[in-house]
């Protein structure tokens, strides 16, 4: 076998070029796993790349929720302030109606308080007159009777404005 490695050929000796092919294959080889190195290491970087990505998407989703939770905090703390504007305003056009309506309210129950004076005075009147009488004081009692009606109707509107607070509105 030695003998085939030792014979000489337009290249060199058999063994030489035996001994350069296993070189060039051991040169590609390395070569091949310097190649597969840096194909590792662009690998390692894109997935880091992509890592960071990640993580960058995720701190900027982070920020945007962040800040819609501030935002969604000021629209609440407006919304209560408003309110409470709007509930301020409501009691100060109450206070106001109370204010203009207290003496037409008072006249009111003074004009009830009459009537109901009249209409004590009319039934009294009614009891101790005789036929005709009865009947004027009838219809007396009768005119006094839709006058107290009108009174209290009168009143209870007043009062249900008040409560509801919407004589002005």
């Keep these: 076998m030695m003998a085939s490695f030792q014979s000489q050929s337009a290249h ?3 063994w030489e070029v035996w001994e ?3 070189e060039r ?3 590609h ?3 091949g796993m310097h190649f597969d190195d840096r194909a590792e290491e662009r690998d390692l970087k894109a997935e880091e790349l992509a890592l960071e990505r990640r ?3 995720l701190r900027e989703r982070q920020y945007r929720d962040a800040q819609k939770k501030k935002e969604r905090a000021h629209q609440k703390a407006r919304a209560k302030a408003e309110q409470a504007r709007a509930l301020e305003k409501r ?3 109450n206070e106001q109606a109370l204010a203009f309506l207290r003496p037409w309210y008072s006249q009111c ?6 009537a109901d004076a009249l209409l004590r005075e009319g039934t009294a009147a009614a009891v101790s007159a005789n036929e005709e009488g009865k009947l004027l004081s009838e219809e007396l009692v ?5 006058r107290r009606a009108r009174a209290d109707e009168a009143m209870a509107y007043v009062r249900e404005d008040l409560n509801k607070g919407t004589f002005f509105s």
Excluded: I, P, V
């Design 12 to 14: 060199g000796s058999d």
């Design 20 to 22: 350069g092919r296993q």
């Design 25 to 27: 294959r051991l040169t």
């Design 29 to 31: 080889a390395l070569a």
């Design 55 to 57: 993580k960058q998407a």
């Design 91 to 93: 009691k100060e056009r």
């Design 109 to 114: 129950q003074s004009g009830s308080k009459r």
């Design 142 to 146: 009768g005119r006094l009777l839709e």
